[in-house]
């Protein structure tokens, strides 16, 4: 008996880069929940610089979308935790920015045939 195929969301990423570095960054920007999103935006909204652990649970919570990118270590929340903390949180903070103003999806078509009424 054949199991039934879960539907595969495609993956839109966005490219990470900054000025003067020659490295990219590649995170999924969709599809985001909104449950991941805030997860991870309270997470950012409650770091401290001066507090190890809440900037481990920062990577901890922004490894997830990361896919890729050109820094010697994996992408990975340890790998982050070997990479200089400004470009780590300048990073994160370029995915929130950069997720927060996506365009939401058109709404799906009818499929009933329709036409539309008068306004």
Do not use: C, H
Not at 41 to 47: G, H, L, M, P, Q
Not at 61 to 73: G, K, R, T, V
Request: aromatic content about 10%.
């Amino acid at each position: 008996m054949a199991r039934p195929r879960t539907p595969v969301e495609p993956v839109d990423t966005l490219t990470i880069e900054f000025e003067g570095r020659p490295e990219k960054v590649v995170t999924r920007q969709s599809p985001v929940s909104l449950r991941d999103y805030f997860g991870f935006s309270d997470t950012r909204s409650a770091a401290k610089w001066t507090d190890r652990a809440s900037l481990e649970a920062v990577y901890s919570a922004f490894a997830p979308f990361l896919i890729s990118w050109d820094f010697p270590y994996p992408p990975t929340a340890s790998g982050m935790a070997d990479m200089d903390v400004t470009l780590m949180v300048g990073i994160t903070d370029a995915w929130l920015r950069e997720v927060r103003n996506v365009d939401p999806p058109l709404p799906r078509r009818s499929s009933a045939g329709d036409t539309s009424g008068e306004p």
